[in-house]
């Protein structure tokens, strides 16, 4: 089971932070992945962490402004939203697939993320 909180309003340039609360399985052997839809949009992959060195994919949409980390002790993943941009509203999902991120085109496979979410709302405006 995974479950995201810490959506709500944010204003532009500021910050939030979501959390992706997890149970049910191993942590440590799954990938983590953020994934966001907006309306009248597809769905795009924003930040997925590895589930053993850590390491970070990014899809094509934020650029540096957000980041992903994860605390296994707590089995929860961070999507920490800076400087955001009223383009970033959408709702947010959390999905798990095992081991990897799946490469450079990861946003690419959502198929492979087999658990996901009930997801958060994020809206950006002032």
């Known amino acids: 089971q995974l479950v995201e909180s810490g959506g709500g309003l944010g204003q532009p340039g500021g910050s939030l932070r979501l959390s992706c609360a997890t149970s049910g399985f191993i942590f440590g052997d799954y990938a983590i992945g953020w994934f966001r839809q907006a309306p009248g949009k597809e769905g795009e992959g924003v930040l997925c962490?590895?589930?053993?060195?850590?390491?970070?994919w990014s899809g094509d949409s934020v650029k540096g402004r957000f980041t992903i980390s994860r605390d296994n002790a707590n089995r929860t993943v961070y999507l920490q939203m800076n400087t955001l941009e009223p383009e970033d509203t959408a709702v947010y999902y959390c999905?798990?697939?095992?081991?990897?991120?799946?490469?450079?085109?990861?946003?690419?496979?959502?198929?492979?993320?087999?658990?996901w979410g009930q997801g958060t709302q994020v809206t950006v405006s002032s």
């Open positions: 962490i590895s589930r053993s060195d850590g390491s970070t």
């Open positions: 999905a798990a697939r095992t081991h990897i991120c799946g490469g450079r085109y990861w946003y690419t496979e959502q198929y492979a993320f087999a658990s």
